[in-house]
């Protein structure tokens, strides 16, 4: 089966820092990875996907995430947080059809 | 072009009673999932409709199920009502064909805020 797992819940950052949002795969083939967000009261907005064309996967807002197969590991980075990226992460993996969430990561940022 | 609405935004019901959340996709898409999002269990995955067919299940009660329509626009029903139904239920269409699934994206919408008192 797969699954994903999101090492931080909760992770905080101070304005124009870089932020990084740890999350591990389990897969048994190549999987397709997806990094959402989740502000509040609102819905998902995909942010990134993996579909084994690139290992480095540029996004919308300056987010980019790496797939690193030997690490079965998929962390979402950006080099300088802004005030409005906080917000829920979710890294996703599709698996027959549907999406598997991880548990998420509340991204804090401080001016 | 018009991203996936939901409707109604917010809903409160009764426990025992029955209640039926609307969702219509991104135009052209024909993929419908649904999904619930709690405190405590997180997204969890409902069911997808393609082609006015349920085509994948998650592992939730017989009490909620769902249906497409020929244009694509999808419901939910949860009959039944119970306190643990009290989640934001999210709808999500995609361009995902017959087979393939893997790489496909969803699109979400903003969810139904439905609360069982």
């Known amino acids: 089966a797969q699954s994903v797992t999101q090492l931080d819940s909760h992770v905080s950052v101070s304005e124009g820092t870089p932020v990084l949002l740890r999350c591990n795969y389990s897969s048994s083939y190549s999987p397709s990875l997806f990094w959402y967000v989740q502000h509040p009261n609102k819905g998902l907005q995909l942010l990134l996907k993996?579909?084994?064309?690139?290992?480095l996967v540029k996004g919308i807002n300056g987010f980019e995430a790496e797939f690193k197969k030997s690490e079965t590991s998929f962390h979402l980075t950006k080099p300088s947080a802004h005030m409005s990226d906080a917000a829920e992460y979710f890294c996703?993996?599709?698996?027959?059809?549907?999406?598997?969430f991880g548990q998420g990561t509340t991204l804090q940022v401080k001016p | 072009k018009a991203g996936v609405t939901q409707t109604p935004r917010y809903l409160i019901k009764t426990r025992g009673q029955q209640v039926t959340l609307s969702c219509s996709p991104i135009s052209g898409h024909r993929s419908v999932s649904w999904y619930q999002q709690t405190p405590g269990q997180g997204l969890q995955f409902l069911f997808e409709y393609f082609s006015e067919t349920q085509r994948n299940k998650g592992n939730f009660p017989g009490r909620f199920s769902g249906r497409q329509f020929s244009n694509s626009r999808s419901e939910m029903n949860v009959s039944t009502l119970e306190l643990g139904d009290s989640a934001l239920y999210l709808c999500?269409?995609?361009?995902?064909?017959?087979?393939?699934?893997?790489?496909?994206?969803?699109?979400f919408g903003p969810g139904t805020r439905l609360t069982v008192t």
């Open positions: 993996y579909t084994s064309a690139a290992t």
């Open positions: 996703v993996v599709s698996s027959g059809g549907k999406l598997i």
């Open positions: 999500a269409s995609s361009w995902a064909r017959g087979g393939g699934f893997r790489t496909y994206e969803q699109y």
